[in-house]
């Protein structure tokens, strides 16, 4: 029976990096469902669609083809058959993917395809929705939560790694209007599932939280 456990949080929470820790330690196939949206929104911004052409957007679900590959140990996405590991990071698609996440036809798209990559595997699994929408019934479920301000520090340093420029006030106001977003959405909001457990590492290292999050899990593994 396929063990599940949902990792939910704002942007910028540490979710992409202890979810692939954990993964790892622990022998779980780590899905990253936010790239999905990026690749949709990717391929929009190819398209040249703005978010006003929602409709052009919606159509794309049914041309495009995205896949999740593991090469050298490392998650890698295809659009089309092309890496866009690295382009779907851009502040291009920062900017956007948000708004794309949002379409109710791409949520319900997206979550069909994330249930699809997780069947019948042991899956560590982070979004905005996982534990209250994509997987409800999920055996763990964490939410991972930092200050916005902090989350904005860790953001631009992943981006001075990639060589990506931008400015702390950019990525600031970037995070708070995707929070605001993300929590206020009509479609799959962003919340604490009731029986989630709340993770704040605003003050915790890399290796702390993902401590944490491992001896919760192991110790719900252990019940079942």
């Keep these: 029976m396929a063990f599940i456990v949902a990792i939910d949080g704002p942007a910028g929470s540490g979710k992409g ?25 990717l391929a929009a911004l190819q398209k040249g669609y703005t978010l006003e052409q929602e409709e052009k957007i919606v159509e794309l679900l049914n041309e495009i083809q995205i ?14 058959h092309i890496d ?22 791409v949520r319900d798209n997206m979550a069909n395809f994330q249930r699809k990559m997780a069947e019948g595997k042991d899956v560590i699994m982070e979004g905005r929705d996982i534990g209250t929408n994509v997987f409800p019934n999920a ?7 930092a200050t916005p ?4 520090k860790r953001r631009i340093l992943q981006n001075q790694e990639k060589g990506i ?13 995707r929070d605001h977003n993300d929590k206020t959405s009509s479609v799959a909001p962003l919340k604490q599932a009731e029986d989630a457990i709340y993770v704040d590492s ?3 290292t890399i290796e702390e939280v993902t401590d944490k999050i ?9 019940k079942k």
């Design 17 to 41: 990096t202890i979810t692939k820790l954990v993964g790892e330690k622990l022998g779980l196939v780590n899905i990253d469902t936010g790239a999905t949206y990026r690749c949709v929104t």
């Design 202 to 204: 605003s003050h915790l």
């Design 214 to 222: 491992i001896k919760i899990i192991q110790e719900r593994r252990e």
């Design 165 to 177: 420029e931008s400015t702390y006030e950019e990525i600031l106001e970037n995070i708070k209007f």
């Design 139 to 145: 055996d763990v479920k964490i939410y991972l939560d």
């Design 67 to 80: 896949e999740l590959k593991k090469e050298n140990g490392k998650e890698k996405f295809y659009l089309n």
């Design 149 to 152: 301000e902090e989350r904005a």
């Design 84 to 105: 866009v590991t690295d382009e779907i990071r851009t502040p291009k698609v920062n900017a956007m993917v948000s708004q794309v996440s949002h379409i109710p036809q």
